[in-house]
């Protein structure tokens, strides 16, 4: 009884992790470049004859699920036309690198500006990187982006904006990832269009309300079993 609570409780857990995710998802719905996080979780026999798993929370019941992976669903969001030559959206898989502080992040929200030094940066003051991991100069009045990523100020090109495929990839905030560079991406960028968050808002609410099904079922068989193992003691008190 008592392991059947351990295995309960963990599924609880599951589901609380499984709303936070959504909830975070539901948030972002209009956040420019947002990829939606998802949950996968599973249940993981002890004594099946398999090694047993770092995450298992409960090691001494006989069966009982574990945290599975949050992972980021990086499908394409919808683009949208903006006229904004520093507007720009990845079509294709791939993520610009920014800095912040001393660190390299990454993101999807191409909806660019220049700071007062003329650097190209994101809404939130982030210096966008060239191929070299160098900031982007904009000295000039008309800046044009190819679809490789060629910056050209007034006819000269003054770097190549750096995009690149991500591993491990983890959502830091906003529209900011972390994440292993594995190579140069062969996603195009598109000049005067924004990728919106490829959230679906019907399909997260649908997702919500089984998650709380859910929640609120494995809650009743929490209770059940807790109210055996009360019995039980006080059978065994009898005797």
């Given amino acids: ?15 609380e992790n499984e709303l936070s995710a959504i909830s975070n998802n539901l948030a972002n719905i209009n956040t420019t470049g947002y990829k ?9 026999p002890i004594l099946s004859g398999r090694p047993p798993q770092p995450n298992a929370i409960y090691q001494n019941a006989r069966a009982q699920t574990y945290f599975g992976s949050q992972y980021i669903d990086k499908s394409q969001g919808n683009l949208r036309y903006t006229q904004n030559p520093l507007d720009l959206a990845i079509q294709g898989e791939g993520f610009f690198a920014v800095m912040q502080g001393n660190n390299v992040l990454y993101t999807r929200e191409g909806s660019f500006t220049k700071d007062k030094e003329n650097y190209l940066v994101t809404q939130t003051g982030l210096k966008v990187l060239d191929e070299n991991n160098n900031p982007i100069l904009l000295e000039g009045t008309k800046v044009e982006v190819a679809k490789d990523g060629t910056v050209i ?30 190579d140069a991406e062969t996603g195009q960028i598109l000049q005067g269009w924004i990728e919106s968050s490829n959230v679906n808002p ?3 609410m649908v997702q919500m ?31």
């Fill in 1 to 15: 009884m008592y392991k059947g609570i351990y295995i309960t409780m963990t599924g609880m857990s599951m589901r």
């Fill in 209 to 239: 309300i089984q998650a709380i099904r859910n929640f609120d079922f494995i809650q009743r068989a929490t209770r059940n079993f807790d109210e055996l193992a009360q019995r039980a003691v006080s059978e065994i008190a009898r005797i």
């Fill in 202 to 204: 019907i399909s997260e």
């Fill in 36 to 44: 939606r996080q998802s949950f996968a979780s599973q249940l993981y």
């Fill in 153 to 182: 100020v007034d006819g000269n090109a003054v770097g190549r904006i750096k995009l690149v495929n991500l591993n491990n990839l983890r959502h830091v905030g906003h529209s900011l990832y972390d994440g292993v560079e594995t």
